[in-house]
C-alpha cells in the first residue's frame, strides 16, 4: 500500500524566505505525486504532480517539486515566501496503474509565514 | 473561483433532521467523491462514482446516502446524524475513472456541517 510522510505538521518561515516543505513516500514502485495546498474555509487545490514525466515539477504560484527516486521523496519548495502562502498543505500519493486508484493524503503542514 | 460547485456552503442541523448537501461540476468528470475532513486532518475518502454508478463505500454508516442524479450533480443526503459527524464535507471530481491514478482531483469548497 502507499503511503506518504509530511515531516513538519507546522512550519514557520520569514516573509522573503524559502518554503520547504518535506513529503517521502513508501512504495514499491514510483507512483503518482501530488501537491495540494488547502486556504482557510476552502477545499482543496492542486498545486503540482508528479507523474513520471520530469523528475522536476514546476507549479502554480511560483511553487516546485523535485522527485528523488533514490530518496523517495517529493519536496515541495518556493524561493521566496509571500503571506499569501500561509495555509496547509498535502503531499498525496496515488499507485502507478491503471483503473481507479485512491487517493492518499499526508497528514498535511501548515505553513506560517511571519512578516 | 473553483469549478467544483457546493451547496449549502454551511449547514446547522438537528440530530433529527433530514438534509441534503449538493454538489455540481461541469467539466465533462466521470468520476466524482465525497470526503469528510475534520479539523486539522487530511480528507478521508466516503464514496466514490464512477460513471454515476456508487463504485465505492468506505464503510461509511448509513445515515448518509449519496445519490448521483447525472453526470454533473453529486448529493449527500442526511439523516439522523451524530455530534461526531461534525465536519467539512468536501466534493471533488477527477476526469475519467477508468484512466489511473495520474489525474487530479478538482475540489469544490466543501460545506461545513455543525450537528447540535
Known amino acids: 500500500a502507499q503511503s506518504v510522510t509530511q515531516l513538519g505538521s507546522h512550519v514557520s518561515v520569514s516573509e522573503g524566505a524559502l518554503v520547504l516543505l518535506r513529503c517521502n513516500y513508501s512504495s514499491s514502485v514510483p507512483p503518482y505525486l501530488f501537491w495540494y495546498v488547502q486556504y482557510p474555509n476552502q477545499g482543496l487545490q492542486l498545486l503540482l504532480k508528479y507523474t513520471s514525466a520530469a523528475t522536476l515539477v514546476k507549479g502554480i504560484n511560483g511553487f516546485e517539486a523535485e522527485f528523488k527516486k533514490s530518496e523517495t521523496s517529493f519536496h515541495l519548495t518556493k524561493p521566496s515566501a509571500h503571506m499569501s502562502d500561509a495555509a496547509e498543505y498535502f503531499c498525496?500519493?496515488?499507485?502507478?496503474?491503471?483503473?481507479?486508484?485512491?487517493?492518499?493524503f499526508g497528514i498535511g503542514t501548515k505553513l506560517q509565514v511571519i512578516p | 473561483d473553483t469549478e467544483v460547485t457546493q451547496t449549502p456552503k454551511h449547514l446547522v442541523m438537528g440530530m433529527t433532521n433530514k438534509k441534503s448537501l449538493k454538489c455540481e461540476q461541469h467539466?465533462?468528470?466521470?468520476?466524482m467523491y465525497w470526503y469528510k475532513q475534520k479539523a486539522k486532518k487530511p480528507p478521508e475518502l466516503m464514496f466514490v462514482y464512477s460513471y454515476e454508478k456508487l463504485s465505492i463505500n468506505e464503510s461509511v454508516p448509513s445515515r448518509f446516502s449519496p445519490e448521483c442524479p447525472n453526470s454533473s450533480l453529486l448529493n449527500l443526503h442526511l439523516h439522523a446524524l451524530q455530534p461526531e459527524d461534525s465536519a467539512l464535507y468536501l466534493c471533488?471530481?477527477?476526469?475519467?475513472?477508468?484512466?489511473?491514478?495520474?489525474?487530479?482531483?478538482?475540489f469544490g469548497d466543501g460545506t461545513r456541517l455543525s450537528i447540535l
Open positions: 498525496a500519493v496515488t499507485p502507478n496503474s491503471g483503473g481507479y486508484q485512491k487517493v492518499t
Open positions: 467539466m465533462g468528470h466521470r468520476a
Open positions: 471533488a471530481s477527477s476526469q475519467d475513472p477508468g484512466q489511473g491514478g495520474h489525474q487530479p482531483q478538482h
